[in-house]
């Protein structure tokens, strides 16, 4: 067989999200309920705006403009996260960046499956959110070899996928039946379980320890947690989620609302509470419930470079010293408040944010800048005579402190939060069986191949 009948990495992504987000809206009707409000908030904007819908047109991202950007799991074992790693890779979703969680008192590390590169991001921009749970950080030793052990003896990929996926690394790629049988037996893995693999008394030690570690080790796969469509404003939909019957987490995570948006901002809708049966140790079963699945949205903006995200982290540390957002929403008006007054020192405009060096930007000429005599100009000369343009660049990746006000609003506002930091991104590329991408490193080379792209006919001197 010849590489050409094989299906994009892209497609096969594509076809994953879609089924994906149909099987979670069967699943979860409040998730269903939240795309239509995300789309109908979105189509207000774009009539209220014809320059956006113009730019979104043009950057061939208006089409898909309400689709899911992101998911989330969490995993078990070493063994779950290398192989989840090579079922990615089949989809062209490649691990960037070390997320450490344990800092804000949830048991895991995590690290972002994803499209690397416009092209591919363009055409299906489907990441998913990848946790691995640290039992290390679990002080009860008996419960800890009690949880490895239910999770050493647990099968999360069917048979199905995982002879796929060795035919997938064997051959190179996979065919048009295989991709779609492919899809179909991966889906299985993320599907939710109603019956527990533990009893009800093991499920309270596993609770009793974290929440987390119960969410993680009672089931029989690491069913998705949420799926995230993109907004085009996040504010209007989370005013709007109770008139819809469904209940937003209390603040919106990230940054404030800006002219220029910048990184990240997400909210949620609160976990539901679902029915589940555990063993009740005679080989029938006890109703109890599990809380676990909820949907989410995000709005994005441009990269920023180390320098930017210091300021931005020492920002957002500030704005918590000032006003600890409360989970009940009580200090809600408060927080927003004070968010929106201490970013005021981050600048507020494209090119000013470029000069000061906290953004990542993609540099072109415009057409007069193809056409003009460019010998020996600089850049910052070439811009201010309208010979080269730039455009943010989008942020593709998460956020720890926004990660883990997501984790925490959905496991629970009581979730103990006693966890020493101990990050061990050494020991998590050590499981996962590869090393993680360097985002910054990454965002930085494609500013660079752009800035070289306007110097590249050596008539623009190097800035
Ligand atoms: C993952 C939470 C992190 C995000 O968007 O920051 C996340 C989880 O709850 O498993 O998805
Ligand atoms: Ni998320």
Not at 70 to 96: C, D, K, N, W, Y
Not at 107 to 119: E, K, L, M, N, W
Not at 123 to 132: A, D
Not at 235 to 251: C, F, H, L, N, T
Request: glycine share 8%.
């Amino acid at each position: 067989m010849t590489k050409t009948e094989f299906v994009s990495s892209d497609s096969i992504r594509a076809a994953f999200s879609a089924a994906m987000s149909a099987m979670y809206r069967n699943e979860v009707p409040a998730y269903g309920t939240l795309m239509s409000l995300v789309a109908q908030v979105n189509e207000g904007v774009l009539a209220e705006d014809p320059g956006m819908k113009q730019r979104l047109a043009e950057t061939d991202t208006l089409d898909r403009i309400s689709e899911e950007r992101h998911g989330a799991i969490r995993l078990g074992t070493a063994q779950e996260l290398s192989t989840i790693r090579r079922v990615f890779a089949v989809m062209g979703m490649h691990p960037v960046g070390y997320y450490d969680l344990s800092t804000a008192g949830v048991p895991v590390h995590s690290t972002a499956f994803r499209p690397v590169g416009d092209t591919a991001l363009k055409l299906n921009p489907f990441r998913i959110f990848t946790s691995l749970l640290r039992l290390d950080l679990v002080r009860d030793e008996q419960l800890r070899a009690d949880a490895a052990e239910v999770l050493s003896k647990r099968k999360i990929f069917t048979d199905g996928a995982l002879e796929l996926l060795d035919k997938a690394e064997k051959q190179g790629g996979l065919d048009r039946d295989d991709a779609s049988r492919f899809v179909e037996e991966v889906l299985q893995t993320f599907r939710w379980h109603d019956k527990a693999i533990v009893s009800a008394e093991m499920y309270r030690r596993l609770h009793d320890a974290h929440r987390l570690v119960a969410d993680v080790v009672s089931f029989r796969g690491p069913h998705i947690n949420h799926l995230t469509p993109r907004t085009l404003d996040i504010d209007e939909v989370q005013r709007r989620m109770p008139v819809e019957g469904i209940s937003p987490k209390a603040i919106v995570e990230g940054p404030p609302t800006r002219q220029c948006p910048i990184l990240l901002r997400q909210t949620s809708f609160k976990a539901l509470e679902e029915a589940v049966a555990f063993e009740d140790g005679k080989g029938g079963w006890r109703s109890g419930s599990h809380t676990a699945r909820f949907g989410e949205i995000e709005q994005r903006g441009v990269a920023l470079t180390p320098k930017g995200r210091a300021l931005y982290d020492r920002l957002l540390n500030e704005t918590r010293e000032r006003c600890r957002p409360a989970a009940d929403g009580s200090n809600a008006a408060e927080y927003e408040a004070a968010l929106a007054d201490v970013f005021k020192a981050f600048p507020d405009d494209w090119n000013a944010i470029r000069k000061a060096g906290l953004g990542y930007f993609s540099y072109s000429l415009t057409p007069a800048g193809e056409k003009a005599d460019r010998t020996g100009m600089d850049l910052e000369t070439a811009i201010a005579n309208g010979l080269v343009q730039f455009d943010p660049i989008t942020y593709e990746d998460f956020l720890p402190v926004s990660a883990a006000g997501i984790f925490q609003s959905n496991l629970g506002d009581d979730a103990t939060q006693e966890f020493v930091a101990s990050p061990n991104q050494r020991m998590f590329e050590r499981d996962l069986g590869a090393s993680v991408l360097d985002e910054f490193a990454h965002y930085a080379a494609i500013m660079q191949a752009s800035i070289d792209r306007c110097l590249g006919d050596g008539r623009l001197a190097a800035a």
